[in-house]
């Protein structure tokens, strides 16, 4: 029975929240200091991949649970889940602060499920971050509060502007949603939990659960309120070191889920060089904002798909190998920006605001040359983690409940390209398709090169075996 809640309450309110369009907003006066919920278009993406996410994944573990815990299991991912999604609408401080911790702590759950000494390893760790990062947020936001006088989120971002302690507040805000969202140096429990998670799990806390940081980033920072060059140049080192930094650590991993953890921190360390780009610019925040919203919805389809297809591996003599293997890589190209993807959609909008002229901060400049080197980076992560795959036993067992979720997985992710324009949260352009066809040589150049470069290590492996 918990097992059919676990998979029906995301899709019994999916209806209810979607439906409703990006554009709406519910009063709750006696809910704690006076609730506010809502839905805007930078909201609406982030719901969109909440719900969608949470759901296949939620059949794919009806069919992946097994053994005496599952309604422990059940019971965190529900809480799990109602705090993810209740952040994405909360719009006042302290339901969003709620929601949030309740995402965390009850993450937990999910994290240390199986039990073993290094899934209990991973937990202690995740649960010293997720500590000292609630501890960072929630001084932020009381800071942030009381220089604006009110309780909603869409005050902070100019009153910490004009805040006195703007610095202590930013740093705190920064590193606070950094932890969740796998920001350098505070990023240690990702790639300790993902391998120790079951399936399931990892897909929506790679997928969803840390671009939740990157939401309390967007919608408390004052992006676009005052010029603050000297924290973009920050962020461009942070995201820099975040996007080749995971990639170099990730190609010499052997799990393919660690190898998945380490592309989340490059892919989120991409979309913190748009974070710097939005806060050295105030005149070109508000267009990067949206893309940001397209870019995480892309990526956290894309991530789920591919860590549930860790556990769809095809053995040598299966039937239908080849599309099984092929719905593997499709994910993964498109992450990487494959052209006619939803990758290939978030990128030129990324590279649409990018633009040198744009911006006017030291390290402005690196941006374009830092995306091109995480577009290498993060298909050479691709091709790791399918190389990683092809070396592991095949899984004989797939019932039809992971068939189920991993295909409708798939369906989403790469549906996207068409759909994904016609998101309120971005404004890329419904004949996006058309605009591509000229841009064709510069998304396809770093897929070549990491291509290249893949294929020479493994030519140097092979040799290396054959002369063992």
């Known amino acids: 029975m918990m097992r059919r809640v676990m998979l029906l309450l995301p899709l019994l309110l999916m209806p209810v929240a979607l439906l409703a369009g990006p554009d709406w907003t519910v009063s709750l006066p006696w809910l704690l200091n006076g609730g506010v919920w809502g839905v805007d278009a930078l909201r609406y993406a982030f719901l969109l991949l909440t719900f969608v996410l949470w759901s296949v994944a939620g059949v794919f573990a009806v069919g992946y649970l097994k053994g005496p815990n599952s309604l ?84 902070l971002p100019a009153a910490i502007a ?59 920072l004052p992006l676009g309120e005052v010029l603050l060059p000297g924290w973009a140049n920050a962020l461009v080192v942070f995201g820099a070191l975040g996007s080749l930094g995971g990639a170099l650590l990730g190609v010499v991993q052997r799990r393919a889920k660690t190898v998945l953890a380490y592309s989340s921190i490059s892919q989120m360390g991409l979309m913190l060089l748009l974070l710097a780009a939005a806060m050295g610019s105030a005149g070109q925040a508000m267009a990067i904002v949206p893309v940001l919203g397209l870019y995480a919805l892309h990526h956290g389809l894309a991530k789920g798909c591919l860590f549930l297809s860790t556990a769809m591996i095809p053995p040598a003599n299966a039937r239908g190998r080849f ?88 369906l989403a992710s790469l549906s996207a390209f068409f759909w994904l324009p016609l998101v309120p949260a971005g404004e890329v352009g419904s004949d996006i398709g ?10 396809s150049w770093p897929l070549l090169i990491a291509t290249g470069m893949a294929g020479v290590a493994w030519l140097v492996s092979r040799r290396r075996e054959a002369g063992a």
């Open 72 to 155: 422990r299991y059940c019971l965190f991912w529900v809480l799990t889940f109602a705090g993810n999604a209740g952040l994405v609408v909360a719009q006042d401080i302290a339901s969003f602060y709620s929601f949030f911790a309740l995402m965390t702590f009850a993450g937990y759950g999910l994290v240390v499920h199986e039990g073993s000494a290094e899934a209990r390893k991973a937990g202690r760790v995740y649960m010293a971050m997720a500590i000292i990062g609630e501890m960072a947020i929630l001084a932020g936001l009381m800071l942030a509060a009381n220089a604006a006088a009110s309780h909603l989120l869409d005050d």
């Open 323 to 410: 599309l099984r293997w092929l719905l593997i890589l499709l994910p993964g190209l498109s992450l990487a920006g494959l052209p006619f993807t939803s990758g290939a959609v978030a990128k030129l909008a990324m590279k649409d605001v990018l633009k040198p002229d744009y911006h006017d901060f030291m390290m402005a400049d690196a941006l374009p040359i830092l995306m091109s080197a995480g577009a290498v980076a993060t298909l050479l992560l691709v091709w790791r983690f399918v190389w990683v795959l092809a070396i592991s036993d095949g899984n004989k067992t797939v019932n039809r409940w992971q068939w189920w979720g991993w295909s409708a997985a798939c």
């Open 162 to 220: 004009s805040a006195e302690h703007r610095g202590v507040i930013i740093a705190l805000l920064l590193a606070g949603f950094g932890v969740k969202a796998g920001l350098p140096l505070l990023h240690f429990w990702l790639p300790l939990a993902h391998p120790v998670a079951p399936t399931p799990a990892s897909a929506v806390l790679s997928g969803a659960m840390i671009k939740a940081g990157l939401l309390g980033w967007l919608v408390t």
């Open 434 to 443: 058309n605009a591509m066809q000229g841009q064709l040589w510069t998304l």
